[in-house]
């Protein structure tokens, strides 16, 4: 019954950004923690961003100054802000939800960043 959806994908230039979106169903959004994880070809999947049910907030430190991770718990959606976009940061990125206090977590099917040198 759970499902996370995310939009915002796509194609942009080194410098440019983009902002990427996760909608979630079928889960007590207001008691569940959001990230958001990347993972490009032959690489291992990491974090990007993460915010708390209360709002605390952690970055991977390669986006720490660059990206902003931010909830709205009345749309049931996690969002994040990419700014000065490298071509680093090309991944596909996931949705990643952890409801608080039980065991396991949601993913969802991912969206494709590319940035171009």
């Known amino acids: 019954q759970v499902q996370l959806v995310e939009s915002g994908g796509g194609l942009v230039q080194a410098g440019g950004s983009l902002r990427l979106s996760c909608a979630a169903s079928?889960?007590?959004?207001?008691?569940?923690?959001m990230g958001w994880y990347r993972q490009a070809p032959g690489k291992q999947r990491d974090l990007v961003a993460f915010i708390s049910v209360g709002g605390f907030t952690l970055f991977n430190d390669s986006v720490r100054d660059r990206f902003t991770i931010f909830r709205d718990n009345t749309q049931k959606t996690v969002s994040l802000r990419m700014n000065s976009l490298k071509p680093e940061d090309t991944a596909i990125y996931y949705c990643?939800?952890?409801?608080?206090?039980?065991?396991?977590?949601?993913w969802g099917q991912g969206t494709q960043v590319t940035v171009s040198s």
């Open positions: 079928g889960i007590p959004f207001s008691s569940t923690g």
């Open positions: 990643n939800a952890v409801p608080f206090g039980l065991p396991g977590d949601y």
